[in-house]
C-alpha cells in the first residue's frame, strides 16, 4: 500500500480500487483572462510576455501580470502556441495513442474557453479515438460551450479560484485586484456552471484548500452550486500539513463518509470519495510520491519538498513554429521531445514500465 498520511486510517471495508493512467493533457492556447499568483502555464512561459525573448532569457513574469512559476527554473525552450484541428494535430494523438494507449485527452490552457476553434478541437480528439474534457476558469463558456458539447465534450472541471469577489481579487496580480472586475469574472464561471448542467455535460468544480482559514470558503461553494455540481478537493503541496489538517477539518465539518478509494498506477494523483449526509458525492484529490525510475533519479528537484507534483503524466504542446513536444514534467521542461523522437526513444519506453511496476505495487 502507498504510504500517504490521508490514508493511515482507512477502514477494511472501504473498497480501493486501482486503475491505470490513460489520460493525456493537451495545452490547447496560452492566453488567460486571469493573473493568478500562483499559475503554473503548464510549465511554458507566458508567451504574450516572452515574443521577443530568446529561450534562454524567458522571464517568468511581465506585463501581462500573468506568470508561470516554474520558468526561472524549468528550462523551457519554446513558446506555446494555439492547437489547430488539423492533420498534424490528429496526427500527434494517434502516435501517442498507439504507443500509450490513451483513451483520454484533457485540454488546458491558458483558458480553453478562449480558443475560438475549441469545438472542432474536441470534434478532432473524438475522432481520434478519445474521450475529451477540459479545464476551465469558466470566463468564455457561455459563449462556447454548447458548440464544444455537441461536437462530444464529457466534462468539464471548473477551476474556483474565489467564492466571492474578495477572495478572486486576492489571488490576482496586485494591477487585478479590482472587485468589480473579480465580480464579472465569478458572474462568467456561475453562467458557465449553470449552461453545462443543463447541456448535461457532467460538471466538476476544483478547489485548492491551503489551509484552515479557506474551509469555509468551501461550504459556501457547496451551498451555492446545484447538487449536481461535483465538487473536488485538492490538497496543495506547498502547505502540506496545513493543507492535509484542513482537509481533516472540512471533512469533519461535513460529516463526510469515505465510500471508495481510487488509486491510479503510473500517476502520482489519486482521489478518495466521500459521500455527504444529504447525498451528495465530495471528491479530495491528493498526490503521492510517484517517480519515473530513470528520468527522475538524479533531478535537482527529487526530494520531499522541492518536487511538487511527482510524475503526474504526459502533456503535449505545440510551439510557434508548428511543432508538437511532449513533456513529462512541468518542474522539468528541458526534458520535452518533439513527438516522434519521444514515441521512438527511452522516455516513451519507462513510462509504460512505470505504469506496469506501480500497477503491480498497488494490486500487490
Same mark, same amino acid.
Given at each position: 500500500?502507498?504510504?500517504? %498520511?490521508?490514508?493511515?486510517?482507512?477502514?477494511?471495508?472501504?473498497?480501493?480500487?486501482?486503475? &491505470?493512467?490513460? &489520460?493525456?493533457?493537451?495545452?490547447? =492556447?496560452?492566453?488567460?483572462?486571469? #493573473?493568478? #499568483?500562483?499559475?503554473?502555464?503548464?510549465?511554458? %512561459?507566458?508567451?504574450?510576455?516572452?515574443? /521577443?525573448?530568446?529561450?534562454?532569457?524567458?522571464?517568468?513574469?511581465?506585463?501581462?501580470?500573468?506568470?508561470?512559476?516554474?520558468?526561472?527554473?524549468?528550462?523551457?525552450?519554446?513558446?506555446?502556441?494555439?492547437?489547430?484541428?488539423?492533420?498534424?494535430?490528429?496526427?500527434?494523438?494517434?502516435?501517442?495513442?498507439?504507443?500509450?494507449?490513451?483513451?483520454?485527452?484533457?485540454? &488546458?490552457?491558458?483558458?480553453? &474557453?478562449?480558443?475560438?476553434?475549441?469545438?472542432?478541437?474536441?470534434?478532432?480528439?473524438?475522432?481520434?479515438?478519445?474521450?475529451?474534457?477540459? /479545464?476551465?476558469?469558466?470566463?468564455?463558456?457561455?459563449?462556447?460551450?454548447?458548440?464544444?458539447?455537441?461536437?462530444? $465534450?464529457?466534462?468539464?472541471?471548473?477551476?474556483?479560484?474565489?467564492?466571492?469577489?474578495?477572495? $478572486?481579487?486576492?489571488?490576482?496580480?496586485?494591477?487585478?485586484?479590482?472587485?468589480?472586475?473579480?465580480?464579472?469574472?465569478?458572474?462568467?464561471?456561475?453562467?458557465? !456552471?449553470?449552461?453545462?448542467?443543463?447541456?448535461?455535460?457532467?460538471?466538476?468544480?476544483? =478547489?485548492?484548500? %491551503?489551509?484552515?482559514?479557506?474551509?469555509?470558503?468551501?461550504?459556501?461553494? +457547496?451551498?451555492?452550486?446545484?447538487?449536481?455540481?461535483?465538487?473536488?478537493?485538492?490538497?496543495?503541496?506547498?502547505?502540506?500539513?496545513?493543507?492535509?489538517?484542513? @482537509?481533516? =477539518?472540512? $471533512?469533519?465539518? +461535513?460529516?463526510?463518509?469515505?465510500?471508495?478509494?481510487?488509486? @491510479?498506477?503510473?500517476?502520482?494523483?489519486?482521489?478518495?470519495?466521500?459521500?455527504?449526509? *444529504?447525498?451528495? %458525492?465530495? @471528491?479530495?484529490?491528493? @498526490?503521492?510520491?510517484?517517480?519515473?525510475? #530513470?528520468?527522475?533519479?538524479?533531478?535537482?528537484?527529487?526530494?520531499? #519538498? *522541492?518536487?511538487?507534483?511527482?510524475?503526474?503524466?504526459?502533456?503535449?504542446?505545440?510551439?510557434? /513554429?508548428?511543432?508538437?513536444?511532449?513533456?513529462?514534467? !512541468?518542474?522539468?521542461?528541458?526534458?520535452?521531445?518533439?513527438?516522434?523522437?519521444?514515441?521512438?526513444?527511452? /522516455?516513451?519506453?519507462?513510462?509504460?514500465?512505470?505504469?506496469?511496476?506501480?500497477?503491480?505495487?498497488?494490486?500487490?
Amino acid at each position: 500500500m502507498i504510504q500517504h %498520511p490521508a490514508l493511515e486510517n482507512i477502514h477494511h471495508a472501504v473498497p480501493i480500487t486501482v486503475t &491505470t493512467d490513460r &489520460t493525456l493533457r493537451v495545452k490547447v =492556447i496560452d492566453s488567460c483572462g486571469m #493573473t493568478c #499568483t500562483f499559475c503554473h502555464n503548464e510549465g511554458t %512561459p507566458v508567451s504574450v510576455d516572452n515574443r /521577443t525573448h530568446a529561450a534562454d532569457l524567458f522571464t517568468d513574469s511581465g506585463s501581462s501580470g500573468r506568470v508561470s512559476i516554474y520558468v526561472a527554473t524549468n528550462g523551457a525552450g519554446f513558446l506555446s502556441a494555439p492547437v489547430f484541428p488539423d492533420e498534424s494535430f490528429r496526427h500527434a494523438l494517434e502516435q501517442l495513442r498507439n504507443a500509450l494507449g490513451f483513451d483520454e485527452v484533457h485540454l &488546458t490552457g491558458g483558458e480553453p &474557453t478562449l480558443h475560438p476553434r475549441l469545438p472542432e478541437i474536441v470534434a478532432t480528439a473524438r475522432e481520434a479515438g478519445y474521450a475529451v474534457s477540459i /479545464t476551465s476558469n469558466g470566463e468564455n463558456g457561455a459563449r462556447i460551450l454548447s458548440s464544444c458539447a455537441s461536437a462530444g $465534450l464529457g466534462h468539464v472541471n471548473f477551476s474556483v479560484f474565489g467564492t466571492t469577489p474578495e477572495e $478572486l481579487a486576492q489571488v490576482q496580480h496586485v494591477r487585478y485586484r479590482n472587485k468589480a472586475l473579480a465580480e464579472r469574472k465569478i458572474a462568467a464561471l456561475d453562467e458557465s !456552471i449553470r449552461l453545462a448542467v443543463k447541456l448535461g455535460v457532467d460538471a466538476r468544480a476544483n =478547489i485548492v484548500l %491551503p489551509h484552515r482559514d479557506h474551509v469555509p470558503r468551501v461550504h459556501r461553494l +457547496l451551498a451555492k452550486y446545484s447538487p449536481s455540481l461535483s465538487v473536488r478537493i485538492l490538497s496543495s503541496l506547498a502547505d502540506g500539513n496545513e493543507s492535509l489538517n484542513a @482537509i481533516d =477539518i472540512l $471533512l469533519d465539518e +461535513l460529516g463526510a463518509e469515505l465510500e471508495e478509494v481510487r488509486l @491510479i498506477a503510473g500517476t502520482s494523483g489519486f482521489r478518495m470519495s466521500y459521500r455527504l449526509p *444529504d447525498g451528495r %458525492p465530495l @471528491i479530495i484529490k491528493h @498526490i503521492r510520491p510517484v517517480r519515473l525510475p #530513470t528520468t527522475c533519479a538524479n533531478c535537482r528537484f527529487n526530494n520531499a #519538498t *522541492d518536487c511538487e507534483e511527482g510524475y503526474y503524466g504526459v502533456r503535449l504542446y505545440r510551439d510557434s /513554429t508548428g511543432r508538437f513536444h511532449v513533456g513529462v514534467c !512541468i518542474q522539468r521542461m528541458d526534458l520535452c521531445l518533439p513527438v516522434e523522437e519521444f514515441v521512438a526513444g527511452d /522516455t516513451c519506453d519507462e513510462v509504460v514500465r512505470l505504469r506496469e511496476s506501480d500497477l503491480r505495487d498497488l494490486t500487490a
